[in-house]
């Protein structure tokens, strides 16, 4: 279907509305067709449908929609289509069902002739009525009838008698057929689109952001070749928005910026005003622009989100042809996209969206923290180093990039292990930990060979300059060769290494007195070998 020439946006917040007065026409009912949802992995889809209106309708009843994030509902409508207002209200639905308990049979048959059984003892009369208290929405219903005391008065040849359901094992209608449905009244959100003149059947298209649909991503990694990896991306799709049937799906990555997604219409009845205001504030107040980057909460929503890795590097490598992928890209995110997608309100469904073959390598990593604290002074030589790890060490050659996700290792139909892939763009490096190589033994020390007191005053406090040499050692109880990447970290002015590395330097804060560097050295190791990195450097150290 085409889209409608857009006239006007309409911005409704109202779907949850209780309207005070009532509609002088009938409504004729249309359906909103879902034609396209983009999951963002923190539980927002963003939903776009489309709707016929009825020939010759002036008032249309739209069937029920979630409730919309702040500001993310707008109907779009050709010019041709005068619309007068768009309203909201509770309209009340009869259901109808099957009865769950023997009370509820029992006021669904009154005024008939029953037969009861509790243990041996039997029961017949008539069922007599139950004077209806109101249900929770003010309307009657067989479910909102039993007293409060749960009792079922019975008419029998000796008088009336009291009977507790629950009591019974068996209840049957003696001799008329008995009820067994009941009729549940309940209210529901619907829209209601006036129109100043009688609709010609034009199409709208209705959008919105809400909360209950997400989508989470896992990768498989096969390592079985030793230069290719298999490489599958699969989505684990979670809706509790509203029923799909045929639709395009698409998984959003990147660090999408929805300001408002937590907030929900200021029109909401389960939400007051103040309620509303407060949540609108603190979705507004620099606390909560800066609270996705507080330490600690970083690695927790990792998954939720994209977090590029450390020593991420650009490339230049070719990109792969994948024609049965698609996707584009939108400003800062990217879009996979899956077509004919269907699943049910309350539903799961997984779904491989990529399956590629990627170049990767063997390395083995050892991170060496800074020896100066945040405060500039040495830390203890108690401080461990980290360990040596496995990686996978594998080059993004699709056409577009890599979420972040959870990666699982496989070979030769084995699991091998399971780690973090972080975001990586397309033609980029990303380096994905297997397990700790309990085979190579690594050993570090720092000493220092000469200390001038109080050589330097910075910002009002008094700084030592001590030389220090360090000396890292990589032993390999492995029966194979193994290339290892060290990652030392260090602050002050780096005199000598050997064997020679690459020294960068990093950030620093303005405060800051030591330059900072990150030094890597590529060590080949073979079995039974010990290898040695000797380095010295001086550094200005607080007194």
């Given at each position: ?67 919309p994030s702040h500001g993310t509902f707008w109907l779009e409508h050709p010019e041709s289509l005068k619309v007068k207002s ?237 024609s049965d992928v698609e996707g584009v890209s939108s400003e800062d995110l990217f879009f996979y996209s899956i077509p004919g ?203």
């Amino acid at each position: 279907m085409k889209n409608p020439a857009p006239a006007c946006l309409v911005c409704s917040l109202t779907l949850l509305v209780l309207c005070a007065g009532g509609l002088a026409a009938r409504a004729e009912d249309t359906a909103v067709k879902v034609e396209k949802v983009a999951a963002f992995k923190n539980g927002l889809g963003h939903v776009q449908a489309a709707a016929t209106l009825p020939k010759g309708a002036k008032t249309v009843r739209i069937e029920a929609l979630p409730v919309p994030s702040h500001g993310t509902f707008w109907l779009e409508h050709p010019e041709s289509l005068k619309v007068k207002s768009l309203e909201a209200d509770m309209e009340t639905v009869s259901e109808k069902g099957p009865v769950q308990s023997i009370a509820e049979f029992l006021l669904l048959n009154a005024g008939r002739r029953v037969r009861l059984q509790a243990d041996r003892d039997v029961i017949e009369g008539v069922v007599l009525p139950t004077v209806k208290a109101p249900a929770s929405d003010g309307l009657p219903s067989a479910r909102s009838s039993l007293p409060a005391t749960g009792a079922v008065l019975i008419q029998t040849t000796e008088g009336i008698v009291a009977v507790n359901p629950q009591a019974l094992s068996r209840a049957e209608v003696v001799g008329k057929e008995a009820v067994i449905a009941a009729t549940t009244n309940r209210q529901v959100p619907v829209l209601r689109l006036q129109l100043a003149q009688p609709s010609s059947a034009e199409s709208v298209r209705v959008s919105y952001l809400a909360k209950g649909f997400t989508w989470a991503p896992s990768y498989l990694i096969d390592i079985s070749d030793a230069k290719m990896a298999r490489f599958s991306a699969k989505a684990s799709v979670i809706n509790e928005l509203t029923d799909l049937e045929n639709v395009t799906l698409e998984l959003v990555t990147g660090f999408p910026n929805v300001k408002f997604g937590d907030v929900t219409s200021p029109m909401n009845l389960k939400q007051s005003l103040s309620d509303f205001l407060s949540a609108v504030a603190g979705e507004s107040s620099p606390w909560a622009r800066g609270r996705a980057a507080r330490p600690g909460v970083l690695t927790q929503q990792a998954v939720l989100s994209n977090v590029l890795a450390p020593s991420q590097s650009e490339g230049g490598f070719a990109l792969a042809d994948l024609s049965d992928v698609e996707g584009v890209s939108s400003e800062d995110l990217f879009f996979y996209s899956i077509p004919g997608f269907s699943l049910r309100k309350g539903g799961r469904a997984d779904t491989v969206f990529l399956q590629a073959s990627l170049p990767y390598r063997h390395i083995y990593t050892w991170s060496i923290p800074d020896g100066l604290d945040e405060s500039e002074r040495r830390m203890g030589e108690t401080e461990p180093a980290e360990e040596v790890w496995h990686c996978c060490r594998m080059t993004n050659t699709l056409n577009m990039p890599l979420t972040t996700a959870p990666a699982q290792f496989v070979k030769e139909g084995r699991i091998a292990g399971q780690d973090i892939c972080a975001y990586t763009p397309r033609g980029a490096e990303a380096t994905i930990r297997i397990n700790k190589a309990l085979n190579l033994v690594a050993e570090r020390a720092e000493i220092e060979l000469e200390r001038k007191r109080n050589a330097a005053t910075f910002h009002g406090s008094s700084y030592d300059l001590v030389k220090v040499k360090g000396e890292l050692r990589l032993r390999s109880r492995m029966a194979q060769g193994a290339r290892v990447e060290i990652r030392k970290e260090l602050s002050g002015r780096l005199l000598t290494m050997e064997p020679e590395g690459k020294d960068t330097k990093t950030a620093q804060g303005l405060r800051r007195v030591n330059p900072r560097h990150a030094v890597v050295w590529e060590v080949d190791v073979k079995s039974g070998e010990e290898k040695k990195v000797v380095y010295t450097y001086e550094v200005y150290v607080r007194s």
